[in-house]
């Protein structure tokens, strides 16, 4: 909960805090749409490497944006084995028969006990358990002993191999863009940025300042809330909610008790923050001056180019059927 | 012993996996009955940080803190080697701030939440909030109240008797009189120390009102940037010069009294602790 990085600035010095929001936004919807278009898991392969190069010539440190992926692991690990065992276009470049015998089964139901009692103490859990998965299915396919119940296959297709690699390199791309996004563009400059970004759905009578104002102070709140959940827990955890452990039911009652005073702190904290804005005069709609300009730079130019560059590239091989 | 802090170090982590010094080499002994110790320093100093070490809401970087016999190291709570949730039965702690534990849709419910999860049963618990909500200075029509309808004082009281049902063997509370009336304040006072003379329990108390210090504390610690300077008796501490350097006043009673004497010349045969001794050695002077 603690590692939560999507939403969070923090503070640096490299050419991407020192670009446009405006340019970072667009960019960064026009790379966005170019990790839709592309088709070939070499294309995106080489997008994803090209990020990297970004982010190290902008000095952001690779784990924490892979912290910011924590939260989709789940997602991610779930379309992987989906595509893997359920995409059945391409060649078949693995097969294996499961044998289900007692032998095998009784040593693959010792090893989930195994996994049971020690999986408080490993630290990947995940992945451990993966292992596990894994180290099971290899059991049944090589190892029966007694006669054998049923037999199932498991194929693994080439394009079903390539699908999973591919929708999650494109995952990793898109969330990897919003979190530059956000952990180099402070609050303020992300709102003046939306609202120039917006400017233009004015034509069609949208309130688009208050829209760019809405999105940055959504963004803006998720660390402070993730603050206070932090709390929360705390707070039920010194009357006895083990928040580790627990059956449904328990589970359940953790939850409201995590997320109804949750919900009480931000509608209090909104309610404060209108005060606020109020007593500062602000009025919705009305015309305001602003301190800071927003000045355009060489370097945006270039950024810009970058994205339109790669935007057209994208395009033109989707075309020509890449 | 009830809890003991040994080397105890603890670092908050910024985003970015700065670290900031919370607390630092912290050792101290707790008895595990007849304490009353009242926790006092800066705002930020770390007294909140270092109570929420005494039931294992925090675990330190460095360091041991053993509660009640269990000791509770980074390791050993990493390892899961040991259970938690006896003790933070054992060691009721009330949180600064009652928003972030008040979720039930009654008074009652939620006073009867904390312990209802320790396995005591319902019409135990039941029994306990009736009475509880007495000692906590409110009548028992508000047990069927929404908890998000009170004022700040009464949601305060609230949360102080939702600890108080867990009947834990030591009371922690985190600035408990704060945003209270003095009257309210003076009652709460009174409640604590009745539990803690009738059943001997030892109670911490973090406060930034001198006068309580002095009034009911056989024992004060000061923190200072998350290191503990000064731990003893409350009137050493307000003889010492120097205490506005931790950001200290004297309490009322005793400036009182200090004045007297240096602008009287007058000689009090023992410091007063209460407004009752003063007036017994006044009455005894005009005698
Ligand atoms: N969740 C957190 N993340 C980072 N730093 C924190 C966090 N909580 C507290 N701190 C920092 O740790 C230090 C000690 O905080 P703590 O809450 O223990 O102070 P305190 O003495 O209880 O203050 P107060 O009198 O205001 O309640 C402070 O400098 C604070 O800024
Ligand atoms: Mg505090």
């Given at each position: 909960m603690k590692n939560i990085v999507i939403g969070r600035f923090i503070p640096g010095s490299s050419f991407l805090y020192k670009m446009d929001p405006r340019t970072k936004i667009i960019v960064l919807i026009l790379l966005m749409v170019s990790a839709f278009l592309v088709r070939s898991l070499s294309l995106i392969a080489f997008g994803l490497m090209l990020l990297m190069v970004v982010l190290i010539v902008g000095r952001i440190s690779v784990k924490r944006v892979l912290l910011g992926l924590r939260p989709l692991m789940f997602l991610l690990i779930f379309t992987f084995s989906f595509q893997i065992f359920?995409?059945?276009?391409?060649?078949?470049v693995f097969t294996t028969t499961l044998a289900y015998s007692p032998g095998g089964l009784g040593v693959v139901v010792l090893l989930w006990f195994f996994w049971w009692f020690t999986r408080r103490r490993i630290p990947f859990k995940l992945l451990y358990f993966l292992v596990v998965l894994i180290a099971s299915g290899t059991l049944l396919s090589l190892f029966s002993y007694g006669p054998i119940f049923t037999t199932s296959t498991i194929e693994v297709y080439s394009q079903g191999l390539e699908m999973a690699l591919f929708i999650m390199l494109r995952l990793v791309i898109i969330v990897t863009l919003s979190t530059i996004l956000t952990l180099t563009t402070k609050p303020t400059d992300l709102n003046l940025g939306l609202e120039a970004v917006l400017k233009p759905f004015k034509l069609i009578r949208v309130n688009t300042e208050e829209m760019a104002m809405i999105i940055s102070i959504s963004l803006r709140y998720i660390p402070t809330l993730l603050d206070e959940a932090n709390k929360i827990i705390l707070a039920q955890a010194s009357r006895g909610?083990?928040?580790?452990e627990g059956k449904l039911k328990e589970k359940l009652m953790q939850i409201v008790s995590l997320l109804v005073p949750m919900f009480i702190i931000s509608f209090k904290r909104s309610d404060e923050l209108a005060s606020a804005m109020e007593a500062r005069s602000f009025v919705p709609g009305r015309p305001r001056t602003r301190l800071h300009q927003l000045t355009w730079r060489p370097m945006d130019t270039v950024a810009l180019c970058f994205g339109l560059i790669i935007l057209s590239t994208v395009i033109v091989l989707r075309v020509i059927g890449w | 012993m009830g809890i003991k802090f040994e080397q105890v170090n603890y670092a908050y982590r910024g985003p970015d996996g700065q670290k900031y010094l919370?607390?630092?080499n912290i050792n101290l002994p707790i008895g595990e009955t007849g304490e009353f110790i009242t926790l006092i320093g800066e705002t930020g100093s770390g007294k909140t940080t270092l109570v929420q070490h005494m039931n294992a809401l925090l675990v330190p970087d460095t360091g041991s803190v053993t509660v009640l016999g269990v000791k509770v190291t980074k390791e050993a709570v990493a390892k899961k080697r040991i259970k938690l949730n006896p003790i933070r039965k054992k060691v009721g702690l009330v949180f600064q701030f009652p928003e972030y534990q008040l979720f039930e849709e009654t008074v009652l419910k939620d006073i009867i939440f904390g312990p209802k999860n320790f396995g005591v049963p319902e019409a135990e618990a039941k029994a306990l909030a009736h009475e509880l909500i007495k000692v906590v200075?409110?009548?028992?029509?508000?047990?069927?109240?929404?908890?998000?309808?009170?004022s700040g004082g009464e949601k305060k009281r609230v949360s102080i008797a939702g600890i108080l049902a867990m009947e834990p063997d030591i009371l922690i509370l985190d600035?408990?009189?704060?945003?209270?009336?003095p009257m309210g304040r003076d009652e709460l006072l009174t409640v604590f120390n009745r539990i803690h003379t009738t059943l001997n329990k030892t109670i911490i108390l973090i406060t930034h009102d001198m006068n309580t210090v002095y009034r009911y504390a056989k024992r004060a610690l000061v923190m200072r940037s998350g290191y503990l300077v000064y731990d003893g008796d409350p009137q050493a501490l307000f003889s010492r010069k120097n205490i506005e350097n931790w950001n200290l006043e004297t309490p009322d009673l005793l400036a009182l009294q200090q004045l007297i004497s240096s602008e009287l010349g007058f000689k009090f045969p023992h410091t007063a602790k209460t407004e009752e001794d003063l007036l017994t050695m006044l009455e005894a002077v005009i005698a």
């Open positions: 359920f995409n059945t276009a391409g060649e078949l909610v083990d928040f580790s | 919370a607390l630092a200075g409110l009548d028992e029509s508000y047990l069927s109240r929404s908890p998000f309808n009170l600035e408990p009189t704060s945003g209270l009336d």
